[in-house]
């Protein structure tokens, strides 16, 4: 059966009812609620703005696990790939932006915390936060979706499709957690080794685009193959629209990953200069005060009991 023409309204107008992602998506957002609202009960404060990157966040994942875009990602080459930088780019920088491990560590109990503290040191944490590994497992996921029978494997298989979701997500996850640095890590990165590292990983998406948009054949060829789709572009025009979103997006979102480190290090340095500040200044209060001490009074003594009066 031919599927309607896919437009801006499909986005709304043909959800796709994906139980796993519901339940986790509102797993996640009721589990970061309740550490808001434990924190308050502690008299501490959370910072409303990661509340709301946080939320937003999960709002991403749902655009793109159950709205449209997930009817059509199978469909439209071109509307994967808006998915990819959905779950794979956009999302995880907003989830990261909202510190969920701080949340869960300033709102857990201390055997929790502990529990928490412990795993986060565990040596499979520390090997999956290497720079190298994390940079690796980053850029290779982008080519080897494409570039392998995975991805055909994963239009045709329902299962193969959402552990390809789950990719998306944690890698991207993995990355903006290290990079962005408001969470807690086994290896913990400078700034400049932090803006370095997205540096590092800036061009891959546009290399996947131009390599995407560049070639001749199909990818997935067999299966859109046998898509009914009358209306649209041909796929191999698709194809190359596709890669046109992830160099372009892809690139979009890696130049707002450097502005927010770049300003979280500006910020850093404003810190270090007002301590720093702070340390060399003369404590003029304390001295002065102990001046005062050592001073005898200049005020008169007061006569010895029945001398002077009359």
């Known amino acids: 059966m031919e599927p309607p023409p896919f437009s801006a309204a499909s986005v709304v107008a043909d959800p796709v009812l994906d139980v796993t992602a519901v339940l986790l998506i509102i797993g996640g957002g009721a589990g970061y609620v309740s550490g808001v609202v434990r924190l308050r009960r502690k008299g501490r404060r ?88 994390v940079l690796a497992v980053y850029v290779g996921m982008q080519f080897v979706v494409y570039f392998s029978p995975l991805f055909e494997l994963a239009l045709g298989n329902d299962v193969v499709h959402a552990w390809l979701h789950v990719v998306y997500i944690s890698a991207g996850l993995l990355f903006c957690w290290l990079v962005l640095g408001l969470d807690p890590t086994t290896t913990r990165l400078s700034h400049p080794a932090r803006l370095g590292l997205l540096l590092l990983a800036m061009p891959v998406h546009a290399m996947l685009g131009v390599a995407i948009m560049s070639r001749a054949s199909l990818l997935g060829g067999a299966w859109y193959a046998t898509v009914e789709r009358s209306w649209g572009a041909s796929p191999l025009s698709d194809q190359r629209t596709g890669g046109g979103i992830l160099w372009v997006a892809g690139t979009m979102l890696g130049f707002l990953a450097v502005g927010i480190v770049l300003t979280q290090w500006l910020r850093h340095e404003e810190r270090q200069a007002i301590r720093l500040d702070r340390a060399e200044q003369p404590p003029d209060e304390p001295v002065r005060l102990g001046r005062a001490a050592e001073q005898p009074s200049r005020r008169p003594p007061s006569p010895p009991e029945g001398v002077g009066r009359p």
């Open 46 to 133: 959370w910072n409303p703005w990661r509340t709301a990157s946080f939320s937003v966040g999960l709002a991403v994942v749902a655009l793109g696990t159950v709205s449209g875009i997930a009817a059509y990602d199978t469909v439209l080459f071109s509307v994967h790939t808006v998915q990819h930088v959905l779950l794979g780019m956009m999302a995880p920088i907003l989830v990261a932006l909202g510190a969920p491990v701080t949340l869960a560590l300033q709102a857990s109990s201390r055997p929790t915390q502990g529990n928490i503290l412990h795993a986060l040191h565990s040596r499979p944490v520390a090997y999956l936060t290497h720079p190298v590994v």
